[in-house]
């Protein structure tokens, strides 16, 4: 399940999300789900020089409450909740693999069902992804894992 961008300079890059929903304390799994991840054009240059020059600083993952699909023209979430520096990113081959964990004292109170990749230095999303709402209470924990492979166009 991925989708494919290319670039004009033979770049290709594709990639997923996973999320994970647990109960808080036992950190028993509630809900697990994959879905296709969205970079929106002008992010897809900025991504690709990240990753190039190593930088993986200054970046925030987001969370929001609007379902709207994805669409290129988007640029960032449609009605963003919750933000926050993003809680680990690193390179594994040829994949960039960024995580963001929403604690029980995170986003209470609203039903999520977009998430974003934020750069902070240049003030600008990356990309955006929707995923079956989930009803965030202190009750729960939830981790989103987005994979983004890069391959020779």
Known sequence: ??????????????????????EAGSGRLLACERVKNGIFPGGLGMLIDRI??????????????????FNAAQTGLLAEVFRAG?????????TWIIQHYLSEADANGFSLVEAGLRDDVLGVFLGRFVHAAKAKTSSNTITYTWNVPFAAA
């Open 1 to 22: 399940m991925w989708i494919w961008v290319r670039r004009w300079d033979g770049i290709r890059v594709g990639g997923w999300a996973v999320i994970e929903e647990r």
């Open 52 to 69: 190039n020059a190593g930088a993986n600083g200054g970046m925030s993952f987001a969370v929001g409450t609007d379902s709207t699909a």
């Open 86 to 94: 993003v809680a680990s990113l690193y390179r594994s081959g040829s």
